[in-house]
């Protein structure tokens, strides 16, 4: 998306995440947001997951991880969904086999 704010900056802009994630990853910001991946746990330190974060398709997911790893801003209500959280942790788990069959 582009502009979406209509100030003119012309900046490519990821609704999905805050603006102090940039759009295209270079190798320190895949390399914090693998490093988030193998915090959280569920992702094995492979050359797989390298290969991957390598891929276009990984970009949005990478995206993703580095805005995670932002605290909320000043004032923003935070509250965890435990359901959501679930859904989350299972679809980490489902990620991280499908790296590991297809890279590793």
Not at 82 to 101: H, P, S, V, Y
Request: hydrophobic share 50%; aromatic share 6%; proline share 7%.
């Amino acid at each position: 998306m582009i502009d979406p704010d209509g100030i003119g900056t012309g900046r490519r802009v990821d609704p999905a995440c805050p603006a102090s994630v940039p759009i295209v990853l270079n190798a320190v910001d895949r390399s914090r947001a693998i490093s988030e991946m193998l915090s959280i746990g569920g992702f094995a330190d492979t050359p797989a997951l390298a290969r991957w974060a390598e891929t276009a398709a990984a970009q949005p997911i990478l995206r993703g991880y580095l805005a995670a790893r932002l605290k909320p801003a000043d004032g923003e209500y935070f509250a965890i969904d435990f359901d959501a959280a679930a859904g989350e942790i299972a679809a980490r788990d489902t990620l991280a086999a499908d790296i590991e069959a297809r890279f590793g």
